[in-house]
């Protein structure tokens, strides 16, 4: 049994409610699959009352008998049935973690980025229509009865503040003030409602082309219905950002965030302190993407026992916290507009301001969240020596975009030259979002103020790659396309591969693993002789089309 609540209240399970008929029967909400071609007319013809209905995917919402629940579980036409479970809240000024997130926090407005022209949806109680502080572009209301969006409960108006408070002369500043803002109210004023009206929130949200999404709302279980929702919202370009929850006591070491910050489409974030520490109702694990601050955050909201609409509060939770993310996306979204939701989930790790052991660990992930800042206008071409129309030319735009790879003082890329080992190990790291400053490493041939010598010690640590029987790591070596292989599988931690495709790849040599792991996954290719020429040194542009497929 699943139940979902805002992560700024305990987790609690409830049970599903049983709804009596007007023939006195009870009934259940269920949330029914359908084989190919079958819609949700076929269930009104068997005079099931259908609630929802899902262009997205082939699901819809129904109430039903037991003995109709029964015949559905036995009917070919039916791929899966779940109960549609129970959910719940999770729980002119800058709050402290606008400074906190926001780089540019004192520079004027027009040179920053604010969100404008990205459309941003909250999934939750709805939005106060009337807080001056706030402008809706636009929104809906999945609650069974209630056709408005308006905001009984303050929750969803303290999440939509963080995201898109004006910046004019009243209240706060949200991080992103100028996103197109969307209330999609799945709960009802006590906080609760039904999975299968999150669903529909999505599902409005793919519909209208939102950019982002923002779920405050957490479950100890998965479901069926909201995964496939969530995987067709992530195919379509869409951000999906949530909170990882929340937990009275203290917990475990090997504890994991919660549902559906656990699906690996969304973007998971904890919660942090003023002191920048893990908060300690803020679950982590290895799905754990970024941190965000949560703790006493003061926004907009919606006081049921006053008759104003320009109420203001403050709120603790990881609640709190998805919101600063995902607004942070949408300054992403405006500032690298080309880039996909993925590349920009890559560039948003590289950027992450590290907390906790070096690199992504379980109580901080990446970092925390930090905008982009807006530099000087770039000349059109920095780089004379890109071949346009070429197999690399966006591959190594978008990593020099990203800030992976970098050029040299003669404004030049060379991508026909071979990759150093140092150039290698630091593209990886700095792919991976690993913010690490130069420093000591243990061989005696990287010196402390190296280019590549933090990322050399943490490739070092977490046994990516090796250094020489002598203490040396020769970081002006060329790379093998055999070494990179094994590199990236490594640091990617890919699955190794049985089927051999390649003639000159033998089965007893140290790079054969990685080489067919990455050739399975589509991460790397041979030539058309079908050979992989594994001793052949790999070029800056080779090794920027491998991390663009792993992106």
């Known amino acids: 049994m699943k139940k979902w609540m805002t992560t700024a209240t305990l987790l609690l399970l409830i049970g599903l409610g049983l709804v009596p008929t007007a023939k006195g029967e009870e009934t259940i909400r269920i949330n029914v699959a359908f084989q190919e071609s079958v819609t949700a007319s076929y269930l009104s013809e068997k005079g099931i009352k259908v609630i929802h209905e899902f262009d997205s995917i082939s699901v819809a919402t129904a109430e039903v008998t037991a003995e109709q629940k029964v015949t559905l579980e036995n009917d070919a036409f039916i791929k899966w049935i779940e109960e549609d479970t129970t959910v719940q809240l999770t729980a002119q000024q800058k709050d402290w973690g606008y400074t906190v997130v926001q780089s540019q926090h004192n520079v004027d407005k027009g040179k920053r980025y604010t969100g404008a022209g990205v459309k941003v949806g909250v999934i939750d109680t709805g939005i106060n229509k009337n807080h001056p502080d706030l402008k809706i572009a636009g929104g809906i209301s999945f609650i069974e009865g209630v056709n408005s969006y308006d905001d009984p409960n303050g929750h969803g108006t303290h999440v939509a503040g963080i995201i898109a408070a004006l910046d004019n002369t009243i209240g706060v500043v949200g991080i992103a003030p100028d996103v197109e803002l969307f209330a999609i109210r799945s709960l009802a004023s006590n906080g609760y409602g039904n999975q299968s009206d999150i669903v529909a929130g999505v599902d409005w949200a793919i519909k209208q082309g939102l950019d982002i999404i923002n779920l405050s709302v957490t479950t100890s279980q998965g479901s069926s219905a909201l995964r496939e929702i969530i995987e067709k919202a992530y195919e379509q370009g869409m951000i999906v950002v949530a909170a990882s929850g929340n937990s009275s006591s203290s917990l475990p070491s090997n504890t994991e965030v919660l549902y559906p910050a656990r699906y690996p489409e969304v973007i998971a974030v904890g919660s942090i302190g003023r002191d920048q520490s893990r908060s300690v109702f803020s679950y982590f694990g290895e799905n754990l993407e970024f941190v965000a601050p949560g703790d006493g955050i003061y926004s907009t909201t919606q006081d ?8 203001y509060g403050y709120s603790t939770g990881t ?3 998805s919101p600063f993310l995902a607004a942070t996306a949408a300054l992403y979204k405006e ?145 093998t396309r055999g070494e990179v292989a094994t590199v990236l599988k490594n640091a990617y931690e890919i699955q190794e591969g049985k089927e051999n495709p390649f003639s000159d790849v033998p089965a007893n040599k140290f790079y054969t693993p990685a080489v067919l792991g990455l050739s399975k996954s589509q991460i790397i290719t041979g030539y058309k002789d079908g050979t992989f020429r594994p001793n052949e040194f790999v070029t800056r542009a080779e090794l920027a089309v491998m991390i663009v497929n792993l992106l």
């Open 304 to 311: 049921s026992l006053t008759d104003k609409n320009d109420d």
């Open 335 to 479: 500032a690298y507009p080309e880039l996909s939701n993925k590349e920009i989930r890559a560039l948003m790790r590289k950027n992450a301001y590290d907390l906790g052991p070096a690199g992504k660990d379980r109580e901080y992930g990446f970092g925390l969240v930090k905008a982009p800042i807006k530099q000087s206008p770039m000349p059109n071409e920095p780089y004379s020596d890109i071949v346009k129309g070429s197999w690399y030319e966006s591959s190594v735009r978008q990593l020099i975009e990203m800030q992976i790879l970098f050029g040299y003082k003669d404004k030049m890329v060379r991508p026909d030259q071979a990759v150093t080992r140092a150039e290698a190990v630091a593209m990886i790291g700095r792919a991976l979002g690993l913010n690490t400053p130069q420093t000591a490493t243990v061989y005696k041939d990287v010196p402390n103020d190296h280019f590549a010598s933090g990322y050399i010690r943490e490739g070092t640590n977490r046994l990516w790659l090796y250094g020489y029987p002598d203490g040396t790591f020769r970081p002006g070596l060329p790379m």
């Open 319 to 321: 609640s709190m916290a």
